[in-house]
């Protein structure tokens, strides 16, 4: 490597002299015997981005903001910090907190929304970047790829009520290719897709006391076929003008919804007309219902009509909801993703039953889910049929 050469200032302010007066580069090289023509280029942007200080500096020295020689003047020093103090404050408010950690497309907007008042070198110093990575990133941000975009419209697809682990599983069929999973996070922490937890409610237990039939289930929610097991409960909808009770069956071999109705009033009927629908809708084969101890449940109605259907009951023991869980984890995603998830409450209660039936077709039709093989229940029993 040879050695380098330092130019004076005179030499330099001589070279842009004769630039003005039109002389070519290479003229100006062959009369003022300067070696190389990227010398000459950058003296020329110096003086064209007002830098013109930068002519006395050492040798090998790229000074910035706050760092430049001592020859500087005065008045070249204080243009320089007002530049940059008012570069400062326009940034300020643009970007919340510690600028440190800002995600690049905050900064690319902030630098996009200044950089007619300011220099972009000026901005990107200030908020700790380099030129090449801000147009590195403003390429980038301009479009969103093909990933991106599948998972953004999966998520608002589904009213953002999927993990990341369905997000990617869905978007690799749909692109026909793997995704990493981590890509899959990361993006949907960006776009603030992520779903909202579920609501956890306490559980008291109060002993056990004589039930009305066997536990017949034992916490096997296994099913082999359809029909085989099914899950009721009722649960309170405390969403509309006054309380709606949802009484609901469940086929666990697909987890499907195969009945459900709503009243104002927990009582026989309600759970009496969701069994009937079931009946009606599916054939009874020595099918296990299971239920917890509820009054409407012991009831000798509702036991006559179970015996005259065939159907083998199953209840859990008392106060233990998990004996329960297929039924109870349902009625609690109804409620996160139907209601909280959309911040729901005090509305027309015909509007709270358009909203549930809604998402039961949802569920059953489209809501995939991992137990299945990313398939939601209908597609589940279409594939096994």
């Given at each position: 490597m040879g050695n380098k050469v330092h130019y004076p200032a005179e030499l330099k302010w001589k070279a842009i002299e004769m630039k003005n007066q039109g002389y070519t580069r290479r003229e100006i090289m062959d009369v003022l015997g300067i070696k190389n023509v990227t010398q000459l280029k950058r003296w020329m942007r110096w003086y064209r981005d007002g830098e013109d200080y930068r002519f006395n500096q050492p040798i090998g020295k790229q000074?910035?903001?706050?760092?430049?020689?001592?020859?500087?003047?005065?008045t070249d020093r204080k243009d320089l910090e007002i530049r940059h103090l008012k570069a400062k404050v326009?940034?300020?408010?643009?970007?919340?907190?510690?600028?440190?950690?800002?995600?690049?497309?905050?900064?690319?907007?902030?630098?996009?929304?200044l950089k007619n008042k300011y220099r972009v070198k000026e901005l990107c110093f200030i908020l700790g970047v380099t030129k090449s990575t801000y147009y590195r990133w403003k390429k980038r941000n301009t479009t969103l790829d093909e990933v991106e975009q599948a998972v953004i419209n999966l998520c608002k697809a589904h009213k953002y009520r999927l993990g990341y682990r369905k997000v990617r599983n869905r978007v690799s069929k749909i692109l026909k290719r793997q995704i990493n999973h981590k890509r899959i996070l990361r993006l949907m922490r960006l776009h603030?897709?992520?779903?909202?937890?579920?609501?956890?409610?306490?559980?008291?237990l109060t002993g056990q006391d004589p039930i009305v039939a066997p536990n017949r289930i034992e916490r096997d929610f296994k099913a082999t076929r359809p029909n085989e097991k099914w899950f009721t409960d009722i649960t309170y909808l405390n969403f509309g003008e006054e309380t709606l009770y949802f009484s609901s069956i469940l086929d666990m071999y697909n987890g499907e919804i195969i009945s459900y109705k709503m009243s104002t009033r927990q009582d026989i009927t309600l759970v009496l007309d969701t069994l009937e629908e079931a009946c009606r809708e599916r054939r009874v084969n020595n099918?296990?219902?299971?239920?917890?101890?509820?009054?409407?449940?012991?009831?000798?109605?509702?036991?006559?009509?179970?015996?005259?259907?065939g159907i083998i009951m199953s209840m859990s023991r008392r106060g233990n909801c998990h004996d329960n869980a297929a039924i109870e984890s349902f009625h609690s995603v109804l409620k996160s993703e139907a209601f909280y998830a959309e911040n729901i409450k005090n509305i027309p209660n015909s509007i709270v039953q358009q909203i549930v039936e809604e998402y039961i077709c949802y569920y059953n039709n489209d809501r995939f889910q991992i137990k299945l093989n990313y398939l939601s229940p209908v597609e589940y029993w279409q594939q096994a049929g």
């Amino acid at each position: 490597m040879g050695n380098k050469v330092h130019y004076p200032a005179e030499l330099k302010w001589k070279a842009i002299e004769m630039k003005n007066q039109g002389y070519t580069r290479r003229e100006i090289m062959d009369v003022l015997g300067i070696k190389n023509v990227t010398q000459l280029k950058r003296w020329m942007r110096w003086y064209r981005d007002g830098e013109d200080y930068r002519f006395n500096q050492p040798i090998g020295k790229q000074y910035t903001y706050g760092k430049g020689p001592e020859e500087l003047n005065e008045t070249d020093r204080k243009d320089l910090e007002i530049r940059h103090l008012k570069a400062k404050v326009g940034c300020a408010g643009k970007v919340r907190g510690n600028i440190k950690g800002v995600g690049s497309k905050i900064i690319v907007e902030v630098i996009e929304q200044l950089k007619n008042k300011y220099r972009v070198k000026e901005l990107c110093f200030i908020l700790g970047v380099t030129k090449s990575t801000y147009y590195r990133w403003k390429k980038r941000n301009t479009t969103l790829d093909e990933v991106e975009q599948a998972v953004i419209n999966l998520c608002k697809a589904h009213k953002y009520r999927l993990g990341y682990r369905k997000v990617r599983n869905r978007v690799s069929k749909i692109l026909k290719r793997q995704i990493n999973h981590k890509r899959i996070l990361r993006l949907m922490r960006l776009h603030q897709l992520l779903c909202r937890p579920k609501r956890k409610k306490k559980v008291f237990l109060t002993g056990q006391d004589p039930i009305v039939a066997p536990n017949r289930i034992e916490r096997d929610f296994k099913a082999t076929r359809p029909n085989e097991k099914w899950f009721t409960d009722i649960t309170y909808l405390n969403f509309g003008e006054e309380t709606l009770y949802f009484s609901s069956i469940l086929d666990m071999y697909n987890g499907e919804i195969i009945s459900y109705k709503m009243s104002t009033r927990q009582d026989i009927t309600l759970v009496l007309d969701t069994l009937e629908e079931a009946c009606r809708e599916r054939r009874v084969n020595n099918t296990v219902l299971h239920s917890d101890q509820g009054g409407v449940y012991t009831s000798k109605r509702f036991q006559q009509y179970v015996k005259e259907k065939g159907i083998i009951m199953s209840m859990s023991r008392r106060g233990n909801c998990h004996d329960n869980a297929a039924i109870e984890s349902f009625h609690s995603v109804l409620k996160s993703e139907a209601f909280y998830a959309e911040n729901i409450k005090n509305i027309p209660n015909s509007i709270v039953q358009q909203i549930v039936e809604e998402y039961i077709c949802y569920y059953n039709n489209d809501r995939f889910q991992i137990k299945l093989n990313y398939l939601s229940p209908v597609e589940y029993w279409q594939q096994a049929g």
